[in-house]
C-alpha cells in the first residue's frame, strides 16, 4: 500500500517513513509542495501525510487544488499550528483527518490505518475478507480453518492489497508500483515469486492467474 509523505522538516520526513516502511508501507517523500501535489495528481496513492507549512505551496492550498481538482486521496493534515480555526480550515478544504505537532508517531499509524480502512469501507480492526483475516499489528493472517500464518514485509504488502479490492485483476505492474518505492526499482518477475510464497501460506486456490493480465484474490470474491 502506497503512502505519499510531502513535509518539509527532512528528519521528522525521514522518521515517518522508516516507521511505516517497517510496518509494511511503500512510502514516497517530497518536502515542498508543488511537487508533492503533481506526484499525487500522476500516482495512485492508498493516502496522502500532509504538512500546511510548506515552501514553494502551501499545504491548504495543494489540498484545495486536488479537491478541486476531483483528486479524492485521503489526506491528514499535520500542522504546528493547532488552533481551532486552522484545524476547521484544514477539514473545509478538504482534509480527512488532522494531526498537531508534536504528536506520537502510535497515533498517526493508527489514524492512518483507520483512514484507509473507511476509505475502503472496511471499518473493523482487522481486515477480513472471506475467512482470512489480515492482523495488522502483528503483520500476519488467519486462515480459515483458524490457524495463523505470519508474513514478511512484502507478503503483507501485497496481501493487504489483494484483500481490500477481492475479485479485482492486479497486473504485475500495478503491484509493482503499489508496494515499492520510487527508488527501489526491480525486477516485475518479483511480484511472482510474492505471490507463489502466499499460495503457500494461503493456498494455490485464493490467489488466481489470469494469463496476460495478472492476479486476482478469489476468496470473497466481488468484482469491481
Known sequence: MRILIIEDDRVLADHLKKKLD????????????????????????????LDLGLPDRAGLTVLGNWRRGRNQIPVIVLTARNTWWERVEGIEAGADDYLGKPFHIEELLARLRALIHRCHARLQGTLSVGGFSLDESRQSVRLPDGNEARLTAMEFRLLRIFMLSPGRIHSKESLMNAIYDYDKVTDHNVIEVYVNHLRKKLGREVIGTLRWQGYVFTAGEKRS
Not at 517497517?22 to 501525510?49: L, P, R, W
Request: negative net charge; glycine residues 10%.
Open 22 to 49: 517497517d510496518v509494511g508501507f511503500a512510502v514516497d517523500v517530497v518536502h515542498d509542495g508543488a511537487t508533492g501535489e503533481a506526484m499525487a495528481n500522476e500516482t495512485s496513492y492508498h493516502a496522502a501525510i
